[in-house]
């Protein structure tokens, strides 16, 4: 009798909504979802995606992590089960994982969950496969990085003017042809100096009328006379 009370009184939650809207909500998350407990022992888990899986659930449920992962993952996660055991919430941890296909990145974020008093604490960790932005971000990273090595060898650079400050930023291209170095004032008067002398009122006059007062593209030929 009292496995049939508690097989109804499991289905009874099972059919309430909020139950139901819960695992809408879960089953519409991309992450793969653990729990685990302070040593990294994994208890439960959830793939909507199972090729994201490093080793088969077999291989790692009620295992710790330390026994399944390569160590720079295992880091991360103890890690992240440290902070989030003394701040209740940690994110931002990254890490790669080799699979036959190729290097995956993941971002890890762990919660503590709330348990009964005395009840051995345990954690929910969402994983997010990142890779795309990854790659992403390093091919832009590689691109910058050939731009500032052409413009190097080519004696060009570019800038960022913010109109309403008047403040700007430069390319290291752009600082080798003024001869300027990091701690050199970027703003109207920091290039105001730089101008020939001869340039100068014409130029700041230009500057304000055309580009600040009229929002038009700087379009002028300039001499400069270097620090």
């Not at 795309?132 to 650079?157: F, P």
């Amino acid at each position: 009798a009292r496995v049939a009370e508690l097989e109804e009184h499991l289905a009874r939650l099972t059919s309430e909504p909020a139950y139901q809207n819960l695992q809408a909500t879960l089953d519409a998350l991309p992450d793969l979802l653990f729990e685990m407990d302070a040593e990294g022992t994994i208890h439960d888990f959830r793939a909507p995606r199972p090729d994201l899986l490093f080793v088969r659930p077999e291989a790692f449920l009620g295992k710790p992590v330390r026994d399944v992962l390569p160590p720079e993952a295992c880091a991360a996660i103890e890690r992240s089960l440290e902070l989030a055991g003394r701040n209740r919430l940690h994110r931002g941890e990254v890490y790669p994982l080799d699979f036959p296909s190729g290097r995956s990145w993941f971002e890890l974020s762990m919660a503590a969950k709330t348990v009964q008093p005395g009840v051995p604490p345990r954690f929910i960790a969402l994983v997010r496969d990142i890779t795309a932005r990854r790659r992403a971000e390093e091919l832009q990273q590689e691109s910058e990085h050939w731009l500032r090595e052409s413009q190097l060898a080519s004696g060009v650079g570019n800038y960022v003017l913010d109109v309403t400050t008047g403040e700007w930023i430069s390319s290291p291209g752009l600082d080798a042809l003024f001869g300027i170095g990091p701690t050199y004032r970027r703003n109207i008067d920091g290039w105001a100096q730089l101008l020939h002398p001869d340039h100068r009122q014409a130029m700041v006059d230009y500057l304000h009328r055309e580009v600040l007062g009229k929002r038009l593209p700087f379009d002028r030929e300039y001499a400069i006379k270097r620090p």
